[in-house]
């Protein structure tokens, strides 16, 4: 069992919809990143958090250290915001580390 | 300030060649990571180098990679031979310790390795 699950794996919207992918970790960590992967393959950094509500434009991503959670929330999807969107944590004992989950992909139709 | 660069994005080789992938960290940063994603699964942990030294290698999966950090500034990341089951998207990352906080966190864009 991975020690990070997102779900759904995969989700498809309409331009304009509310979307929500979650991610639920099994180990003490010392932070926790949303990631952007690209059709090509590049990667880019989104949040970091260890606790509470960040928000970047569009994007808003929380924490739940207790219930060891985490949502990222996009407002008002657009096309462009098709991509795979991948929870990562580093370990609480480990800082070297990072545990990812497989992955969400984001199809959002025009 | 430029970000983390890998080289080459893409990579077609043959089973039983040589490749060799590179990542430049951010300047600056002591600490460089090497991940990897196979078709249809996660993104794994390889290695962590801190300059020149390997300081976690438990995620390498054999003898047929090589990493090295020569200097302590860029990596590279050898497969040889290459097998088949190489295939997927090799990560870069870097970061930054300051007073035992590592801060920082930048991925490269990855090479996608194709072994046929």
């Known amino acids: 069992k991975n020690e990070v699950e997102q779900s759904p794996q995969n989700l498809t919207a309409q331009e304009g919809e509310f979307i929500t992918i979650n991610c639920s970790y099994s180990?003490?960590?010392?932070?926790l990143h949303w990631l952007q992967q690209h059709p090509g393959g590049g990667i880019v950094s989104l949040f970091m958090?260890?606790?509470g509500k960040k928000k970047h434009g569009r994007l808003i991503a929380t924490i739940n250290i207790q219930e060891k959670h985490s949502s990222l929330h996009i407002t008002a999807s657009h096309p462009r915001d098709s991509a795979v969107y991948i929870c990562?944590?580093?370990?609480?004992?480990?800082?070297?580390?990072?545990?990812f989950g497989s992955g969400t992909k984001l199809n959002v139709k025009p | 300030e430029a970000g983390v660069t890998q080289f080459p994005s893409h990579s077609v080789i043959e089973k039983g060649q040589t490749v060799t992938l590179r990542c430049d960290p951010i300047?600056?940063?002591?600490?460089l990571y090497w991940y990897r994603r196979v078709m249809g699964k996660e993104i794994k942990f390889l290695l962590h180098?801190?300059?020149?030294?390997?300081?976690?290698e438990s995620g390498m999966p054999n003898n047929r990679f090589l990493a090295e950090r020569t200097g302590g500034t860029y990596s590279t990341l050898k497969v040889q031979p290459a097998e088949l089951e190489d295939s997927g998207v090799y990560f870069c990352?870097?970061?930054?310790?300051?007073?035992?906080?590592?801060?920082?966190?930048?991925f490269g864009s990855g090479t996608r390795l194709t072994v046929v």
């Open positions: 958090l260890s606790s």
């Open positions: 180990v003490g960590i010392s932070a």
């Open positions: 180098f801190v300059k020149e030294s390997k300081q976690d």
């Open positions: 990352a870097s970061s930054q310790e300051v007073g035992g906080f590592r801060y920082g966190y930048t």
């Open positions: 300047s600056g940063h002591d600490n």
């Open positions: 990562a944590v580093r370990r609480g004992d480990n800082f070297n580390k990072f545990y």
